[in-house]
């Protein structure tokens, strides 16, 4: 008898804490972490490397033409999951402001998010997987095992971010962090395909006044109680 390996779905906001999360989770349980949103930021970074960004607007056709010619992957680098677009480590590149700009523009072309879910949905295929994501728990795995929404104050989020793009010593102020957040909020939530939404069965998870650990055990109890046995 072995412990079955689950596929745990974390969705909700921008820089709610959810990414590290799921990474802390994947590691206790030795499971495959999946940044989903890093794949959007893949295609985001493509299309600004190539021209398809006009006055700040994606040129959804070429775009959507040029989706043959990109390839994005994951390779673990000294303990940590970095993005390969074509083979090329974009890690870095794909966390610029730059890229946050644009980046929900992108993930609302239906061909891109059609794209994205297949290769997700291929990465899931042999359970012991923790996605995060906007649409996972209502898209790519709808029968995940566990499923949570992660939610925090913007006040809260928008600081955390700024300390994290601080310390990668990106300039950027508080008010404009908070901006962008907000309006990424937005065009999740309300682009037609695949909007953030919580199912109803996904656990909500505040982590505005909750540390990492405090996170990562309350998660941990909903896995224990979900994790059933595999004959
Ligand atoms: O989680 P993130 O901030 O790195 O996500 C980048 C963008 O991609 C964000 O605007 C939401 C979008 N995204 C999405 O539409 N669906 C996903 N499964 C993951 C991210």
Same mark, same amino acid.
């Given at each position: 008898?072995?412990?079955?390996r689950l596929v745990i779905a974390i969705d909700g906001y921008s820089s709610c804490g959810k990414s590290t999360m799921a990474k802390a989770l994947?590691?206790?349980?030795?499971y495959t972490f999946i940044d989903s949103g890093a794949m959007y930021r893949g295609v985001a970074l493509f299309a600004l490397e190539n021209g398809m960004i006009l006055?700040?607007?994606?040129?959804?056709?070429?775009?959507?033409?040029?989706?043959?010619?990109i390839t994005l992957t994951f390779e673990t680098i000294e303990g940590k999951q970095h993005l390969m677009l074509n083979s090329r480590d974009v890690e870095n590149e794909i966390r610029t402001p730059a890229v946050a700009e644009v980046v929900?523009?992108?993930a609302s072309i239906s061909e891109v998010r059609q794209k994205l879910v297949r290769e997700q949905r291929k990465m899931g295929d042999l359970g012991g997987i923790v996605m995060d994501g906007r649409d996972?728990?209502?898209?790519?795995?709808?029968?995940?095992?566990?499923k949570f929404f992660v939610t925090a104050k913007p006040e809260i989020r928008a600081q955390r971010r700024f300390l994290e793009l601080e310390n990668k010593g990106i300039q950027t102020?508080?008010?404009?962090?908070?901006?962008?957040?907000?309006? %990424?909020? %937005?065009?999740?939530?309300s682009r037609s395909d695949s909007p953030l939404i919580r199912t109803k069965d996904a656990i909500l998870i505040d982590t505005s006044f909750l540390t990492?650990?405090?996170?990562?055990?309350?998660?941990?109890?909903?896995?224990?109680?979900n994790a059933t046995i595999d004959n």
């Open positions: 008898m072995k412990q079955k994947a590691k206790e349980l030795n006055n700040g607007n994606p040129d959804k056709e070429s775009i959507i033409d040029s989706l043959d010619e929900s523009e992108i996972i728990g209502s898209v790519v795995f709808p029968n995940a095992d566990l102020n508080l008010k404009e962090v908070l901006h962008n957040l907000e309006t %990424r909020d %937005r065009l999740d939530s990492p650990h405090q996170q990562l055990n309350k998660v941990l109890e909903f896995v224990h109680q």
